[in-house]
């Protein structure tokens, strides 16, 4: 004979709860009805903004040396939150390295880096996200689209598909860029191509936007769009600090500066404080140790036949 099949054990009449999904973060998005020179402003909302007395970036003893060469030597520097900040000084003087260094593409030699309170070496994944960074002669993937380079800025920088879309539409108008955007970036005039990179540094939402000469090879017009919407960003909260040669431009928007002349910074404060009852080109002659000496070229005044 064969065994008796075992009787089914009892179902219950309840199925078991289903586990709660996971509910991802609501991403910002900005009012479809926003106007085009207040987009960058609805753009950039998002993460709780620090405390009001900790400062958007802090330099303390930042120094760094290529061989026997100092290119920065112990540079202190302050920014508030909400601060337009321009850092000039002649050509070799250590702009660059400490704009560098600032964004985390170079490891200081001594010395700490804060931005927003989170110090740059020990915690440089929250340090770079609350960044947006245009570097001085940047290569990019200019063979790609200017919609496809800004998707892609966004993705990489942890935004959705969808966001990364909508935003890249947004910022473009904003630069005056849409109709641009279906062309390879490689087909883009210089101040197209400042302008992409620019919005592909904002597209995340940055607390500090960390430009190295942005307005360099840009048209007046292009300058004119480029400086609207970071004084939009800046009014909203943000902070920018930038490197020009633009004394006349550095006067007229920025509330604070520094001048950084081999490696030092000879003097930082607010645009008033630092030119003194000169204009601030005066004042940066002055510090970069005034004008060349022409003697000896009084044979240019020659000619040749």
């Not at 070799?92 to 740059?120: F, H, N, W, Y």
């Not at 935004?159 to 087909?187: M, Q, Y």
Request: glycine fraction near 10%.
């Amino acid at each position: 004979d064969s065994e008796p099949e075992p009787e089914p054990e009892p179902v219950s009449d309840l199925a078991p709860e289903p586990e709660p999904e996971p509910v991802s973060e609501p991403q910002p998005v900005a009012d479809e009805s926003t106007e085009d020179d207040t987009v960058a402003a609805a753009v950039f909302t998002g993460e709780e903004a620090p405390a009001e007395d900790v400062p958007a970036l802090r330099l303390s003893g930042v120094t760094k040396a290529f061989g026997s060469t100092t290119a920065v030597a112990a540079v202190d520097l302050e920014i508030a939150s909400g601060s337009f900040f321009g850092l000039v000084g002649p050509n070799g003087a250590g702009k660059t390295t400490t704009l560098s260094m600032i964004a985390g593409l170079l490891r200081p030699d001594a010395g700490q880096v804060e931005i927003a309170g989170v110090d740059l070496a020990g915690n440089p994944s929250a340090a770079k996200a609350s960044m947006g960074v245009l570097p001085d002669r940047l290569r990019t993937f200019d063979r790609l689209t200017g919609r496809q380079l800004l998707h892609y800025y966004g993705v990489l920088r942890g935004l959705r598909p969808a966001v990364a879309a909508e935003r890249a539409a947004e910022l473009a108008r904003a630069f005056e860029l849409t109709a641009a955007l279906n062309r390879p970036v490689s087909d883009y005039s210089a101040g197209m191509t400042k302008k992409v990179l620019l919005a592909g540094a904002m597209i995340h939402a940055p607390r500090l936007l960390v430009l190295d000469e942005p307005f360099e090879a840009v048209d007046p017009v292009s300058s004119e769009v480029i400086l609207g919407i970071l004084s939009t960003y800046v009014a909203s909260g943000g902070t920018v600090i930038l490197s020009s040669h633009g004394m006349d431009l550095v006067e007229r928007v920025c509330d604070g500066v520094a001048v950084i002349v081999g490696g030092q910074v000879l003097a930082r404060g607010s645009v008033d404080e630092v030119r003194g009852d000169h204009t601030l080109a005066e004042r940066f002659v002055q510090l970069a140790g005034g004008r060349s000496d022409v003697e000896g070229l009084e044979w240019l005044h020659t000619y040749s036949d």
